[in-house]
């Protein structure tokens, strides 16, 4: 099926997206309130995928459908105009998304799928002020979008099963596999994953040994392709301290964000994004 993809908010996630639906053939349109976001989108976008066919991973092609087919739109409403999928990337404010896809359905088809990149936030909640929930999926990415094979494919209360099928089939079109997943707090992938990463980070309050060695005990040890903390500073500080409190307020205990979490976060050091990190990233 021919889609034309819009994707809204064009942080890391978003960006990712946008450039792997570009790069297999579909109209994209990357929407994000701020021109200077948008602009630094492109451009991650553009030197990715000359890096992918510097590799021998992207087709020659993708630098032409990147120019032809990725447009970018400040206005929400504007950019969802004609489009038939739109995929939601903004931060994990529950209340920002719901008023996002409330406006996205005053001006979408009928029939046009509607999907959050939401980690933690459960499918049915994001979905309970719709008209048409039944068109209402989750689809996780993951982090470098255009490298990781993974989409979870989130079935919220209503979901329907045409809806599911649409983003399965959708995932195996821009080459990645899917699994499809219960509407449960954290779903599958950050359920799992952040119990490592937090336990990682209270291991390192604990003093049981420093970033680079407990890093160096999965890589080696589990063949795990990057240490927790090293993967936290990639996933973004910030972004797991969300996922980390939305998960404690829903399954318990074993979720409370770390004080040494908050603590970086609120000095700004949110990992590979901002140069500092577990880790030093500034070069
Ligand atoms: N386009 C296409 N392919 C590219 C590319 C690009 N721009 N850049 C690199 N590649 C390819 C490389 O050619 C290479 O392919 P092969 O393995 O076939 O040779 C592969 O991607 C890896 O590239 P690198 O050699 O440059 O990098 P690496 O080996 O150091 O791996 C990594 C980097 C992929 C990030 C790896 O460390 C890894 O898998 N880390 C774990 C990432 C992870 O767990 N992500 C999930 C985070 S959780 C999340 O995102 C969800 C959430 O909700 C927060």
Redesign the pocket.
């Known amino acids: 099926m021919s889609e034309n993809i819009t994707v809204i908010g064009a942080g890391t996630m978003g960006a990712g997206i946008a450039q792997v639906a570009a790069i297999h053939g579909y109209r994209t349109t990357l929407c994000d309130v701020s021109e200077d976001q948008l602009a630094s989108a492109v451009g991650a976008i553009e030197a990715?995928?000359e890096?992918?066919i510097a590799?021998g991973?992207?087709p020659e092609e993708a630098r032409e459908r990147v120019q032809s087919g990725l447009t970018t739109e400040s206005d929400l409403q504007q950019a969802c105009q004609g489009a038939t999928v739109v995929i939601e990337a903004v931060p994990e404010d529950l209340g920002l998304k719901q008023s996002i896809f409330q406006k996205v359905e005053e001006v979408i088809a009928d029939d046009a799928l509607l999907a959050s990149n939401t980690?933690s936030i459960p499918i049915s909640k994001l979905a309970a002020n719709l008209k048409s929930p039944d068109r209402f999926v989750g689809m996780?990415f993951?982090?470098?979008v255009?490298?990781?094979a993974l989409i979870e494919v989130i079935r919220g209360e209503s979901t329907s099963d045409g809806a599911i099928d649409r983003t399965v089939d959708l995932a195996h079109r821009l080459s990645k596999e899917p699994i499809v997943v219960k509407d449960s707090p954290g779903f599958a992938?950050?359920r799992l994953?952040l119990v490592i990463g937090l336990e990682a980070i209270r291991m390192l309050e604990d003093g049981v040994a420093s970033a680079v060695e407990i890093d160096k005990a999965m890589e080696l040890g589990y063949r795990h392709?990057?240490g927790p903390l090293k993967?936290t500073d990639?996933?973004g500080l910030d972004?797991r301290l969300a996922?980390a409190e939305v998960l404690h307020e829903q399954i318990g205990e074993q979720f409370r964000p770390p004080q040494l979490l908050r603590e970086m976060v609120e000095k700004g050091h949110l990992g590979k994004k901002t140069g500092q990190g577990f880790h030093d990233w500034s070069a």
């Open positions: 990715s995928v890096k992918g590799r991973k992207t980690s996780h993951f982090n470098p255009p490298i990781m992938t950050s994953g392709p990057m993967l990639l996933v972004v996922i």
